[in-house]
């Protein structure tokens, strides 16, 4: 059974989207992953197809209504249906690599991307759904955000990344940054490349390589960087 993408959306022509070339896509014409969008417009039931209304108890913006959204779940996912429901919002937890993992091997994911203010809060909670944000920046929608979830989760399906080097380099350097990379001209402008990578010592570059990425993450993820001191120190022995 492939892995399976339903995306609710008002835009489903921004799906499969930039998600049909390259790696994402060629997995997708091999049939290793499935990307279905589904129209959230055509669940409204009154003659304009209206999908949002004005906020209770006032303020800018609209809100999607709940029965219109749940009316589309609905349809996504059959009964017994297994895959996680995902609300793209930036008021979700922080998407991690940790939090794609998980998605990657399960069956799939069903992804409601929400335009205007935000859906209302009373089907976020009778679906159970996972609010998940992209970063602390706002999106005009939860496409963007859906389309970036998908990408990092069909890079790690089983047959996409072929014999992953990447695989086995992310898992060796989890929770830092990676090192600088460089390839030829050894030298370019006036710029040469870091002598130990030149110099055929595995060991030396690895701590090299160790070094670079330690102090890149102290310097541009303290959040990171603590969080692996944290873990460090609380790690059985
Ligand atoms: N929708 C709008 N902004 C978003 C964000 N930062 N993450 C996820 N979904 C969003």
Sequence with gaps: MSWHATILTLFPEMFPGPLGVSLAGRALREGIWRCEALDIRSFATDRHRTVDDTPFGGGAGMVMRPDVADAAI??????GDARPLVYLTPRGRLLDQAMVRDFAAGPG????????????????????????????YVLSGGEVAALALLDACVRLLPGVMGASESAVEESH?????????????????????????????????????RTQSEAATRERRPDLWNRMQVAGAQAPA
């Design 74 to 79: 609905s349809a996504a996912m059959p009964d």
């Design 109 to 136: 994911v069903v992804l409601f991307c929400g335009r205007y203010e935000g859906l209302d809060q009373r089907v976020i909670e009778a679906r159970g759904m996972r609010e998940v944000s992209l970063g602390d």
């Design 173 to 209: 350097s989890a929770g830092l940054l990676e090192y600088p990379h460089y390839t030829r001209p050894a030298e370019w402008q006036g710029r040469a490349v870091p002598p130990v990578l030149l110099s055929g010592h595995h060991a030396e570059v690895a701590r090299w390589r």
